[in-house]
């Protein structure tokens, strides 16, 4: 059985979470889930190690494996290959 989040407290911090979703990303999401002083209100994926729409969709599988799939997700836009910044990743 999955557990759901536990009860956050009055003073929980409200997160957006901006990530590419990867492996440690992943890891990140799951701690953030269960941290009782932390309120996650939404996630966002951006291109990274983890491509978006894929990383979109690992957010979403996780989300309601653990039963938190009313937070909502965000997908960025893929960065052309001849921007600048994809080559500064």
């Known amino acids: 059985a999955v557990e759901t989040a536990p009860e956050r407290t009055a003073r929980a911090i409200p997160v957006i979470l901006d990530t590419d979703m990867g492996i440690d990303s992943v890891m990140g999401l799951l701690y953030l889930l269960k941290a009782p002083e932390i309120d996650l209100r939404a996630i966002t994926v951006?291109?990274?190690?983890?491509?978006?729409?894929?990383?979109?969709?690992?957010?979403?599988?996780?989300?309601?494996?653990?039963?938190?799939?009313?937070?909502?997700?965000?997908?960025?836009?893929?960065?052309?290959?001849?921007?600048?910044?994809?080559?500064?990743q």
């Open 46 to 88: 951006v291109h990274g190690i983890a491509d978006v729409k894929p990383g979109a969709r690992n957010a979403l599988r996780i989300l309601e494996l653990t039963g938190d799939a009313g937070i909502p997700v965000a997908r960025g836009r893929r960065p052309r290959a001849s921007s600048p910044s994809f080559w500064r």
